[in-house]
Nanobody, 125 residues
Framework: QVRPVESGGGLVQAGDSMRLSCAASGNDPKDLTITHWRWSRQAPGKQRELVAVIESVGLTNYADSVKGRFTITRNYRKNAVDLQMNSLTSDGTAVYYC????????????????WGQGTPVNVSS
Protein backbone atom coordinates (compact mmCIF):
# COMPACT_ATOMS: atom_id res chain seq x y z
CA GLN A 1 0.00 0.00 0.00
CA VAL A 2 0.92 3.63 -0.45
CA ARG A 3 0.25 6.47 1.92
CA PRO A 4 0.66 10.00 0.53
CA VAL A 5 1.89 12.48 3.13
CA GLU A 6 1.57 16.18 2.40
CA SER A 7 3.72 18.91 3.87
CA GLY A 8 4.53 22.58 3.36
CA GLY A 9 1.20 24.29 4.01
CA GLY A 10 0.63 27.29 6.24
CA LEU A 11 0.03 31.02 6.12
CA VAL A 12 1.25 33.11 3.20
CA GLN A 13 0.66 36.63 1.93
CA ALA A 14 -1.16 37.23 -1.34
CA GLY A 15 1.34 37.50 -4.15
CA ASP A 16 3.90 35.29 -2.43
CA SER A 17 4.95 31.74 -3.22
CA MET A 18 4.67 28.45 -1.39
CA ARG A 19 5.89 24.95 -2.09
CA LEU A 20 3.97 21.84 -1.10
CA SER A 21 5.39 18.34 -1.08
CA CYS A 22 3.74 14.95 -1.21
CA ALA A 23 5.82 11.95 -0.24
CA ALA A 24 4.66 8.41 -0.94
CA SER A 25 5.39 6.44 2.21
CA GLY A 26 4.79 2.82 3.10
CA ASN A 27 5.91 1.33 -0.16
CA ASP A 28 9.00 -0.15 -1.67
CA PRO A 29 9.29 1.45 -5.12
CA LYS A 30 10.16 -1.87 -6.72
CA ASP A 31 6.92 -3.45 -5.44
CA LEU A 32 4.56 -1.06 -7.10
CA THR A 33 4.22 1.65 -9.72
CA ILE A 34 2.66 5.02 -9.12
CA THR A 35 1.03 6.02 -12.39
CA HIS A 36 -0.46 9.38 -11.44
CA TRP A 37 0.20 11.96 -8.75
CA ARG A 38 -2.45 14.64 -8.24
CA TRP A 39 -2.94 17.74 -6.16
CA SER A 40 -6.50 18.81 -5.41
CA ARG A 41 -7.84 21.51 -3.12
CA GLN A 42 -11.00 22.18 -1.25
CA ALA A 43 -11.84 25.71 -0.22
CA PRO A 44 -14.30 26.37 2.61
CA GLY A 45 -17.84 25.73 1.43
CA LYS A 46 -16.74 24.56 -2.01
CA GLN A 47 -16.27 21.27 -3.76
CA ARG A 48 -12.86 19.70 -4.09
CA GLU A 49 -11.20 20.61 -7.37
CA LEU A 50 -8.27 19.12 -9.22
CA VAL A 51 -5.32 21.51 -9.38
CA ALA A 52 -2.52 19.61 -11.06
CA VAL A 53 -1.56 16.12 -12.15
CA ILE A 54 1.67 14.50 -13.26
CA GLU A 55 1.89 11.07 -14.85
CA SER A 56 4.69 8.56 -14.46
CA VAL A 57 5.91 9.45 -17.95
CA GLY A 58 6.15 13.09 -16.95
CA LEU A 59 3.07 14.54 -18.63
CA THR A 60 1.43 17.30 -16.64
CA ASN A 61 -1.91 19.04 -16.65
CA TYR A 62 -3.28 21.97 -14.69
CA ALA A 63 -6.57 23.60 -13.83
CA ASP A 64 -7.11 26.76 -15.89
CA SER A 65 -7.18 28.80 -12.70
CA VAL A 66 -3.57 27.95 -11.85
CA LYS A 67 -1.92 27.62 -15.26
CA GLY A 68 1.22 29.70 -15.46
CA ARG A 69 1.43 30.07 -11.67
CA PHE A 70 1.59 26.51 -10.32
CA THR A 71 4.11 23.84 -11.31
CA ILE A 72 4.04 20.17 -10.37
CA THR A 73 7.33 18.26 -10.48
CA ARG A 74 8.64 14.83 -9.51
CA ASN A 75 11.26 14.41 -6.83
CA TYR A 76 12.60 10.97 -7.69
CA ARG A 77 15.15 10.90 -4.91
CA LYS A 78 12.44 11.33 -2.28
CA ASN A 79 9.73 9.39 -4.14
CA ALA A 80 7.60 12.52 -3.96
CA VAL A 81 6.09 15.32 -5.94
CA ASP A 82 6.23 19.03 -5.30
CA LEU A 83 3.71 21.72 -6.10
CA GLN A 84 5.29 25.13 -6.53
CA MET A 85 2.64 27.82 -6.16
CA ASN A 86 3.51 31.33 -7.25
CA SER A 87 1.52 34.57 -7.22
CA LEU A 88 -0.94 33.19 -4.73
CA THR A 89 -4.30 34.86 -4.37
CA SER A 90 -7.02 34.54 -1.76
CA ASP A 91 -8.62 31.92 -4.03
CA GLY A 92 -5.72 29.71 -3.08
CA THR A 93 -6.96 29.39 0.50
CA ALA A 94 -7.93 25.75 0.83
CA VAL A 95 -6.90 22.39 2.13
CA TYR A 96 -4.59 20.82 -0.44
CA TYR A 97 -4.75 17.08 -0.92
CA CYS A 98 -2.40 14.72 -2.66
CA UNK A 99 -3.60 11.49 -4.16
CA UNK A 100 -1.88 8.80 -6.18
CA UNK A 101 -2.95 6.02 -8.49
CA UNK A 102 -0.79 2.94 -8.18
CA UNK A 103 -0.46 -0.65 -9.31
CA UNK A 104 1.17 -3.45 -7.33
CA UNK A 105 3.80 -5.51 -9.09
CA UNK A 106 1.87 -8.64 -8.18
CA UNK A 107 -1.40 -7.26 -9.63
CA UNK A 108 -0.51 -4.95 -12.50
CA UNK A 109 -4.04 -5.04 -13.88
CA UNK A 110 -5.50 -3.42 -10.77
CA UNK A 111 -5.22 0.32 -10.19
CA UNK A 112 -5.83 1.68 -6.72
CA UNK A 113 -6.02 5.19 -5.35
CA UNK A 114 -4.72 6.52 -2.06
CA TRP A 115 -5.33 9.95 -0.53
CA GLY A 116 -3.35 11.96 1.93
CA GLN A 117 -4.80 13.80 4.93
CA GLY A 118 -4.33 17.22 3.37
CA THR A 119 -2.37 20.31 4.29
CA PRO A 120 -4.04 23.69 4.81
CA VAL A 121 -2.95 26.80 2.94
CA ASN A 122 -4.19 30.19 4.05
CA VAL A 123 -3.54 33.14 1.74
CA SER A 124 -4.02 36.46 3.46
CA SER A 125 -4.74 39.59 1.42
Amino acid sequence: QVRPVESGGGLVQAGDSMRLSCAASGNDPKDLTITHWRWSRQAPGKQRELVAVIESVGLTNYADSVKGRFTITRNYRKNAVDLQMNSLTSDGTAVYYCNVDFRAATRPWMTKTAWGQGTPVNVSS
